[in-house]
């Protein structure tokens, strides 16, 4: 099991900018998949992100793309998310997750096996 906890939610106000952390422990490998989602009041989780840890590929929500980049730094088992031109539609719980499957590559967040506690992020406008 991997274990992921985030940080660098908040309130900002429209047009700002946050920089969300995902630190993994325990059982982490350079194949995984470690995806971004969101989820708002009253609305199905989403999916915001993703990034290969091995090769660095990602991979954007339209929603999201152009203003949102995901990266990681492997030597400290963390992957960001660094957020841009923040619109009140951003407005969410932000969670990280793992997904452990050899060659995965999904948006779907029913594949994803290991979850944060997600952190909130709140744009206003």
């Known amino acids: 099991q991997v274990q992921l906890v985030e940080s660098g939610g908040g309130l900002v106000q429209a047009g700002g900018s946050l920089r969300l952390s995902c630190a993994a422990s325990?059982?982490?490998?350079?194949?995984?998949?470690m995806g971004w989602f969101r989820q708002a009041p009253g609305k199905e989780r989403e999916f915001v992100a993703l990034?290969?840890?091995?090769?660095?590929?990602?991979y954007y929500a339209d929603s999201v793309k152009g203003r949102f980049t995901i990266s990681r730094d492997n030597a400290k088992n963390t992957v960001y998310l660094q957020m841009s031109s923040l619109k009140p539609e951003d407005t969410a719980v932000y969670y990280c997750?793992?997904?452990?499957?050899?060659?995965?590559?999904?948006?779907?967040?029913?594949?994803?096996?290991?979850w944060g506690q997600g952190t909130q992020v709140t744009v206003s406008s």
């Open positions: 990034i290969r840890w091995s090769s660095g590929f990602t």
């Open positions: 997750a793992a997904d452990r499957r050899l060659g995965a590559l999904s948006t779907r967040y029913a594949e994803y096996d290991s």
């Open positions: 325990g059982r982490t490998a350079s194949n995984y998949v």
